[in-house]
C-alpha cells in the first residue's frame, strides 16, 4: 500500500468526524506508550513476577505432612544442594540442551539461509516456511509419541532398514534412550531456530553481500564475516528459546529415555503432586537462577532488545 | 553465495547441498507423523505398532464416545473454548503493546525482560507459582481464571516478538500521511494501522490459539477438576496405549491444517486485494 493510496483512503472519511477528535491528539506520546503496554505489563506482574516470587519465598517455609508454615530456613536448599542426584540432574540436562542447541543450530541456521538467500520466489518460500511450521501446530505430546512406532523394536525406521538389507536385526538403541530423547527434542524444536535466524536473515541487504564478494571474499568468508555476525541476534534468541525448553521439559525424557534419564522439572513434579511444596519451591529457585544466568549470559552475546525494538 | 538469488543466475553448489538438507529435514519432520496418521486406521485387533491387521476408523469412533479414563469430546470443546479467548486476549494486548513500544518509554526495559523471562521461564514452574497463590487467597483454581492466566504469560510474549517482527516492516511515513490528512489518532489507528497490520495480526491469533490449544505444562497445576484436551491425552498416555490417541494426532493435525489454510487464504486475499499489480 503506498502513501497514496493512504491518502486516497483517508478522503473517504467524511471531514466532519474528522475534526472531532482533534484535542485528545496532542496526549504525551510517553504517556500514549505507557497506556498501550499497560495491559500486558498488568498481566505479567499478576500472573508472572508474583507467582515467581512466592515461590522464591516459600522455598525457605518449613512444612510437614498436613501443611506449610511460614519461617525462614535454609533446609530446603541445602538438602538440594547437597545431594549428589541433584548435581546428576543438572548434568543430563545440560548435555541434553547442549547436543540439542548445536543439532538445531546447525539445521535452523542452514534451513533459514536457504530458504531467505536461495529461494527465489516468494510464494515458495512462504509456502516452505510454512511446511516446516505446520507439525509445530500439533500437540508436543502427540510429536512426541509419533516416534514410538517409528522408532521401536518392530517400527516403521527398522523395517525400513531391515528391507534395505542395512541391517538384520533390529537396532535395539532407537527407542527408550539418549537417542530417541536427542531426535524428540530436535523434531521439537527446530523451528524455534528458525524463525529467529530466518527473521535476522531476512534483514540483511543482499547488496552487503554483492559488496564482500565485489572485494574478493570467498564463499566461506561472507559467511563468517558478513553473515553470520549479522545474524547473531536470531542464534542468540533461538539459542535461549531452544536451551529453556529443554532444561524445562519433564515430559520428553520421561516419555522417551524409559526411565534412564531424569530431568529436573520430573523430580519437581513428583514433590509437587507429594504436596511437598516447600522443596518443590526450592528445587524451582535453584532452576530459575540456573536458567537465568544461562541467559543472561547469550543475551551478553548480543542486544536481544535493541535489535528486537528499533 | 551471491546475495539473494535472481531469475538466471546459475545455482551455485551450495544450493544443490541445502536443497539437499532441506528435503531430509521435512522428511524427518514428517516421517513419524505419517506413521501415526496410518496407524490411526489400524483395524479393531491391531495395537500400537506395525504391522496393520486390516483397517478401520473405530479408533476415530472411540474419540467420540466419553472413555473410562478420559472424556475426549468434552474436554476439545473446553480447550476450543479457552484457546479462542486465550487468543483473542492475545490480540488485543500484544497488538497495543507492539504499538506502544515503538517509542521508549521509561521503564520499556523492563518490561521487554519481564515478557522474555516470562516466555523462557520453565512452563511447569509458572503454573506452579500461580497454583500456589490460588491456595494462599483460598481460591480454587478453574479454566477460565488460572488457567487462563497461566496461558497468557506463554501467548503474550510470543504474541509481542510476533508484532516486533510485524511493526519493525512498517513503514511510519503512512502514519505521518494520515496525520499530514488531518486524522484523528483513532481514525490513524483504525484506518490505516491496523489493515496494514492485520495479516500479521492474523498471524499472531493463530498461533496464540495454537499455543493455547496445545499446551500442558503451564496449565496442568492451574486447570482445577476439569481437563483440557492435552491433559486428557497425558492422562490416556500414561494409563493406556491404543491407536485412539494416534486418531486424536490425526483430527488433530487436520483441524490445523484447516485453520492455517483459512487464515492464508484470507491473506493472501487481503494482500491481493491490496496489490493487484504485484501479487504473484
Not at chain 2, 104 to 129: N, T
Not at chain 2, 253 to 267: N, R
Request: with cysteine; net charge positive; charged share 10%.
Amino acid at each position: 500500500m503506498s502513501v497514496r493510496s493512504a491518502a486516497t483512503l483517508l478522503q473517504t472519511i467524511p471531514s466532519s468526524r474528522r475534526r472531532i477528535a482533534l484535542p485528545l491528539r496532542r496526549l504525551r506520546p510517553g504517556l500514549v506508550s505507557w497506556l498501550q503496554v499497560a495491559p500486558l505489563a498488568l498481566i505479567l506482574l499478576v500472573l508472572f513476577a508474583l507467582p515467581t516470587l512466592l515461590f522464591l519465598v516459600v522455598s525457605f517455609f518449613d512444612y510437614d505432612r498436613t501443611g506449610i508454615y511460614p519461617a525462614f530456613m535454609l533446609d530446603n536448599c541445602r538438602e538440594l544442594l547437597t545431594t549428589p542426584t541433584t548435581l546428576r540432574v543438572y548434568l543430563s540436562s545440560l548435555k541434553f540442551a547442549a547436543i540439542v542447541r548445536a543439532i538445531t543450530l546447525f539445521l535452523g541456521f542452514d534451513i533459514s539461509y536457504f530458504l531467505v538467500f536461495h529461494i527465489r520466489s516468494a510464494t515458495l518460500r512462504a509456502v516452505l516456511f510454512l511446511l516446516c511450521a505446520i507439525p509445530f501446530w500439533t500437540s508436543g505430546i502427540i510429536r512426541t509419541i509419533a516416534w514410538i512406532p517409528f522408532l521401536g523394536r518392530n517400527g516403521a525406521f527398522n523395517q525400513l532398514l531391515m528391507g534395505l538389507h542395512i541391517t538384520t536385526k533390529p537396532l535395539e538403541f532407537l527407542l527408550f534412550s539418549d537417542f530417541a530423547v536427542i531426535i524428540t527434542y530436535v523434531h521439537l524444536f527446530t523451528l524455534l531456530m528458525i524463525g529467529p535466524i530466518a527473521n535476522s536473515l531476512s534483514k540483511i541487504d543482499p547488496a552487503l553481500m554483492e559488496a564482500a564478494r565485489d572485494s574478493g571474499a570467498s564463499r566461506w568468508q561472507t559467511m563468517v564475516n558478513v553473515v553470520i555476525p549479522l545474524s547473531k541476534t536470531g542464534i542468540a534468541l533461538g539459542s535461549i528459546l531452544v536451551f529453556t525448553q529443554v532444561m524445562g521439559d519433564y515430559f520428553v525424557v520421561k516419555q522417551m529415555s524409559g526411565g534412564q534419564s531424569a530431568s529436573i522439572v520430573s523430580a519437581l513434579s513428583t514433590e509437587i503432586q507429594a504436596m511437598q511444596y516447600p522443596p518443590a519451591a526450592a528445587n524451582a529457585m535453584i532452576l530459575v537462577i540456573f536458567v537465568a544466568i544461562l541467559v543472561a549470559g547469550m543475551m551478553r552475546v548480543v542486544d536481544v532488545r535493541k535489535e528486537l525494538v528499533k | 553465495m551471491s546475495g539473494r538469488a535472481t531469475k538466471g543466475d546459475k545455482r551455485p553448489w551450495t544450493f544443490y547441498a541445502l536443497a539437499g538438507l532441506f528435503g531430509l529435514f521435512l522428511l524427518f519432520l514428517y516421517g513419524p507423523m505419517v506413521v501415526i496418521y496410518v496407524l490411526s486406521f489400524q483395524g479393531p485387533d491391531g495395537g500400537v505398532t506395525f504391522p496393520m491387521v486390516g483397517t478401520s476408523v473405530g479408533w476415530f469412533r472411540n474419540i467420540l464416545e466419553p472413555g473410562q479414563m478420559a472424556n475426549i469430546p468434552v474436554s476439545f470443546s473446553r480447550s476450543l473454548e479457552l484457546a479462542l479467548l486465550v487468543s483473542g486476549i492475545t490480540v488485543v494486548i500484544s497488538v497495543a503493546a507492539g504499538l506502544g513500544f515503538r517509542r521508549r518509554f521509561p521503564g520499556s526495559g523492563v518490561l521487554f525482560y519481564l515478557a522474555i523471562a516470562s516466555l523462557v521461564m520453565p512452563s511447569l514452574l509458572v503454573g506452579f507459582g500461580i497454583g500456589l497463590g490460588f491456595q494462599f487467597l483460598g481460591l480454587q483454581t478453574n479454566l477460565f481464571t488460572s488457567a487462563l492466566g497461566a496461558q497468557l504469560t506463554w501467548t503474550l510474549p510470543f504474541g509481542l516478538l510476533v508484532m516486533f517482527a510485524v511493526v519493525d516492516r512498517f513503514n511510519r511515513s503512512w502514519e505521518e500521511a494520515a496525520n499530514d490528512l488531518g486524522a484523528s489518532a483513532w481514525q490513524r489507528l483504525v484506518h490505516v494501522t491496523l489493515p496494514i497490520l492485520l495479516p500479521g495480526i492474523l498471524g499472531v491469533a493463530v498461533g496464540a490459539f495454537t499455543l493455547s490449544y496445545d499446551e500442558y505444562a503451564r496449565t496442568t497445576l492451574t486447570i482445577g477438576t476439569k481437563n483440557t484436551l492435552p491433559l486428557e491425552i497425558y492422562a490416556l498416555i500414561s494409563s493406556s496405549s491404543s491407536p485412539t490417541l494416534f486418531a486424536i494426532g490425526t483430527v488433530t493435525t487436520a483441524v490445523s491444517f484447516l485453520l492455517i489454510g483459512a487464515t492464508l487464504l484470507v491473506i493472501f486475499r487481503m494482500q491481493r486485494r491490496r496489490n493487484p499489480i504485484r501479487s504473484v
